[in-house]
């Protein structure tokens, strides 16, 4: 069966700090997936939210003289309003502090501790309040977690999950569905993880500790009150209790759990891939629900080559950033889209990258201002003034037969990309087939057949890159959604014909369609004096 339905999710962030470019960049990826594949004709289910359970929170809500529930509820507003203020088109937004949630986690874990994969005992080892993780005495560096995260010594009575049971169900797993993990280099961390080192070695996962009995922030576990569950194993089931697990006449677990074809998707970064590459389909196994199809991990941003970390003081607040761009001449929503085709433009997804901010100006200017913007600008407004507004018919024209082969390929040549969420290359296509358009129209030169008279031939030239243009406008919505639009309202192409599906010759613009008044669409980001 190959389902039309597709769910994909952000990791939910912790509300001990404000939303930074961090945060904002897993959502941006997420939803430009989300709106890819509406556009492709799926039934879409977005899904971001918060983590409000665990020592941390606590301790940040202590530290501030709040309870910790108020902290959550003043915090977890912030990041609900960073994904509206982006634009972002999440259909849920989960905390984990609620109803839903919490009878979800505790009804995973009687699922678990009936299915046998829980156990008591004492956990003594080292922990790391702010990475929310176990490490072995063999796992620090210099007496830190490999993350640099300071750690603390604990004993105390606990519950344990079985994950070393899972060893060898977690490698059949990683061989039979190659790209369960991606990318490639980091598929290879998980694995040699799994295996424990390079070589197997078998034992090498040890049980995991589940529970805590020295701060009371949490999901309590069923039947044992004094201890809340672990903040990670609470926290990743928001994935399915936010589509009504337990609840089993849930059409949306069906639907967007079980009955999804290349979904779910948790796009996460790279320091938490171990919990959703490893934990989280060994829990999944454990209470016997279908794994998810895919973990996308990316890499980090840092700032001008400089590790982003709050002692530094170089945090990227992505609002300051809206402010900046709207500092060179564009309104806000344009700043919005402007940011967010930037970050998933400038670096691979799943690579480092660096944010500059003189990086982010002379892309946009480069790719968007002069290249799709004046492409829309001169051509339409050629279109508007000299035949009055009309686009002739142009399917006899031989000259533009090799553009169009570009134009037909491209829907294929973006959804190669999309597949291995290579933002950056699908961009990539759309841009270079807008050069392509621009040198036609440089070598056709339809001002000067204008100016020889050459009336024809000058509204063939014209409404071919009209069409090209329907081309680019429709490609472009998932990354430009407030931008993008413009092109195709300009063109006057109603919203049931704006779907990836319409990207081939049946769907051209017509001998006597009539285009609206063009107005300028990608500002170019400069200083005005
Ligand atoms: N609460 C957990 C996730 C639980 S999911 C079941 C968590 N939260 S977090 O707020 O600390 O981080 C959320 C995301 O932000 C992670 O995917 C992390 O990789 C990302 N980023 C934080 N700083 C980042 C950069 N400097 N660059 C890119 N992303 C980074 O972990």
């Known amino acids: 069966m190959n389902f039309k339905n597709f769910y994909v999710t952000s990791p939910i962030y912790y509300v001990n700090d404000v939303p930074h470019i961090g945060h904002a960049y897993t959502s941006i990826a997420c939803d430009v997936a989300a709106r890819f594949k509406r556009l492709d004709g799926f039934d879409v289910r977005f899904l971001t939210g918060t983590d409000e359970h665990g020592q941390k929170v606590e301790k940040s809500a202590l530290s501030r003289g709040k309870t910790p529930q108020e902290f959550c509820d003043e915090i977890s507003v912030k990041f609900s309003d960073l994904v509206k203020d982006l634009n972002l088109s999440n259909d849920d937004f989960i905390r984990t502090t609620e109803e839903r949630h919490k009878k979800c986690a505790q009804e ?36 830190k977690a490999p993350t640099g995260a300071e750690v603390e010594w604990h004993k105390e009575e606990s519950y344990f999950f079985k994950l070393s049971a899972f060893q060898d169900k977690l490698l059949a797993l990683y061989d039979a569905v190659p790209d369960f993990v991606q990318p490639e280099s980091k598929r290879n961390e998980v694995l040699s993880f799994v295996r424990g080192g390079k070589d197997y070695v078998k034992g090498a996962l040890r049980d995991l500790s589940i529970s805590r009995t020295s701060f009371s922030w949490g999901v309590k576990v069923p039947g044992d009150e004094k201890h809340v569950m672990y903040v990670w194993l609470d926290a990743l089931t928001n994935y399915i209790s936010a589509l009504g697990f337990p609840d089993e006449n849930s059409q949306m677990i069906q639907r967007f759990w079980c009955d999804t074809t290349d979904s779910p ?28 199809n895919k973990i996308f991990a990316h890499g980090w941003w840092t700032n001008c080559g400089q590790k982003i970390s709050k002692s530094v003081g170089n945090v990227i607040d992505p609002y300051k950033e809206l402010e900046w761009i709207q500092f060179f001449g564009c309104d806000a929503e344009t700043a919005v889209d402007y940011f967010k085709y930037f970050l998933l433009r400038e670096v691979p997804f799943g690579n480092d990258g660096d944010y500059n901010r003189k990086n982010l100006i002379t892309r946009v200017n480069a790719e968007l201002a002069n290249n799709v913007g004046n492409l829309t600008q001169r051509i339409l407004s050629m279109i508007y003034k000299n035949n009055n507004k009309k686009i002739v018919n142009i399917s006899y024209y031989d000259d533009a037969k090799e553009l169009f082969e570009k134009a037909y390929a491209l829907k294929d040549q973006i959804n190669v990309e999309m597949d291995k969420f290579a933002f950056d290359q699908a961009l990539e296509k759309i841009i270079i087939f807008a050069r392509a358009c621009n040198l036609f129209v440089d070598q056709k030169a339809p001002w000067n057949l204008k100016k020889e008279h050459r009336i024809e031939e000058m509204n063939l030239v014209l409404s071919t890159i009209a069409e090209c243009l329907r081309y680019i406008g429709i490609a472009l919505q998932p990354f430009l959604p407030k931008l993008a639009p413009k092109i195709l309202d300009i063109l006057n192409i109603d919203e049931k014909h704006r779907e990836l599906k319409h990207l081939n010759s049946d769907f051209a613009l017509k001998a006597g369609h009539e285009i609206n008044e063009p107005k300028g669409v990608f500002p170019r980001l400069e200083i005005k004096n």
């Open 265 to 292: 998707v948790h796009i996460v970064g790279k320091d938490i891939l171990r919990f959703h590459a490893v934990y989280w389909p060994a829990f999944l196994m454990a209470a016997q629900i279908p794994l998810p």
């Open 108 to 143: 995973f874990w009687r699922i678990l501790e009936r299915n046998g994969w829980i156990y008591k005992s004492t956990y003594e080892g080292w922990y790391a309040v702010r990475d929310e993780a176990f490490y072995a005495e063999d796992e620090l560096v210099n007496g």
